[in-house]
């Protein structure tokens, strides 16, 4: 398997290369922005750790470029860690946000788990939902609304699958964790609402009570038809 690790701090970048080496991974390193964007769009990755404050282009505007392609798994490594950065971040379609200093240790298993296959597309065959205008492919691990694919990252396929799987049922954030994400997730309960606010906003719901993907405040969230 091969990482983009785009960095600009060339300390970080080697020991982060070197704990990746050391279990088998392939390295590829970018010190920019714009340097990321042309070897991710001229290669191949399985997934890319992302610095915020780049030269050239911030990891934010590179996180979007990429996501417009492709959904490769991508985790955020910053020194910007508020909750705000972190929410920014998410938005943009960033799979998991770690901030520095980091623990070397931690990292890799945070990337093992975005690279860890998942038997949740196993367990639930594709769905047809919202009176057939939703198609939820889990060969294809695709979502396509009126036969046009709509472009999510892995996680958001992964709870989108979830939720509507059992349309009658109202999730909490821990358990759509649980059943999406595994329970080696180690992210933030709260950037459940994120992935689900990235949904809505992709999916175009309609405006209805609050679209498919409705509320239960205080305590989570349910697929409606």
């Known amino acids: ?14 020991v982060v290369a070197a704990y990746l080496e050391r279990e088998n991974y392939e390295t590829v390193c970018a010190t920019d922005g714009e340097q990321a964007l042309n070897l991710f769009f001229h290669d191949s990755f399985n997934l890319v ?5 780049l030269p050239k282009l911030n990891g934010i505007e590179v996180c979007k470029h990429i996501r417009q392609k492709s959904d ?28 520095k200093p980091f623990s070397p240790r931690v990292l890799m298993a945070r990337i093992r ?7 949740s597309r196993k367990k639930v065959p594709s769905i047809t939902c919202a009176n057939g205008r939703i198609e939820i492919d889990t060969e294809r691990v695709e979502i396509r609304k009126d036969g046009n694919v ?16 059992k349309p009658i049922r109202t999730w909490s954030r821990e358990e759509i964790i649980s059943n999406a994400l595994g329970e080696n997730y180690d992210g933030f309960d709260r950037t459940i609402d994120t992935y689900i606010k990235n949904l809505r906003k992709k999916l175009a719901e ?3 009570e609050n679209g ?11 697929f409606d038809e």
Do not use: C
Not at 150 to 165: G, M, Q, R, Y
């Open 1 to 14: 398997m091969k990482i983009l690790i785009v960095e600009d701090e060339i300390s970080i970048s080697e």
């Open 49 to 53: 750790i992302l610095d915020l404050m």
């Open 72 to 99: 490769v798994p991508i985790i955020m490594l910053t020194a910007k860690n508020s909750e705000s950065d972190v929410v920014a971040g998410l938005d943009a379609g960033a799979n998991d946000y770690v901030a």
């Open 113 to 119: 788990a975005q690279l860890r296959p998942t038997d």
């Open 150 to 165: 709509i472009p999510v990252t892995k996680s958001e396929f992964l709870i989108f699958l979830t939720l509507a799987s």
């Open 206 to 208: 309609p405006e209805h």
């Open 212 to 222: 498919w993907i409705k509320t239960v405040y205080g305590f989570g969230y349910r």
